[in-house]
């Protein structure tokens, strides 16, 4: 599986952002696919993600300000970003593996980062 990030940018506070990732070579409706993130000094933490049934999770800080949707018809899942604060600035990584989303780094398969800045 491959796997395409995009849609990173700079923004002001309190605006929004639509990160996409798009798969291909491998079966996207059995993978769960995840959001990570990683400012500079810092370790690379999850985000959120969608099990292969659509289910999602998210990190607490995000809970309520980031959605994430899939449109299995185009391997594409989306993260919505709304709300945006400064501390969201990090590059966002898209990750996958079968089945269920796991918040720790235990993917198969990574996209290249996208970067995303809020101002303040």
């Known amino acids: 599986v491959q796997l395409q990030a995009s849609g990173g940018g700079l923004v002001q506070a309190g605006g929004s952002l639509r990160l996409s990732c798009v798969a291909s070579g491998g079966a996207f409706i059995t993978h769960a696919i995840a959001w990570f993130r990683q400012a500079p000094g810092k370790e690379r933490e999850f985000v959120g993600g969608?099990?292969?049934?659509?289910?999602?999770v998210f990190k607490d800080s995000v809970k309520g300000r980031f959605t994430i949707s899939r449109d299995n018809a185009k391997n594409t899942v989306y993260l919505q970003m709304n709300s945006l604060k400064p501390e969201d600035t990090a590059v966002y990584y898209c990750?996958?593996?079968?089945?269920?989303?796991?918040?720790?780094?235990?993917?198969?398969?990574w996209g290249q980062g996208t970067q995303v800045t809020v101002s303040s």
């Open positions: 969608s099990s292969w049934n659509g289910v999602t």
């Open positions: 990750a996958a593996r079968k089945s269920v989303v796991v918040p720790q780094r235990d993917y198969d398969y």
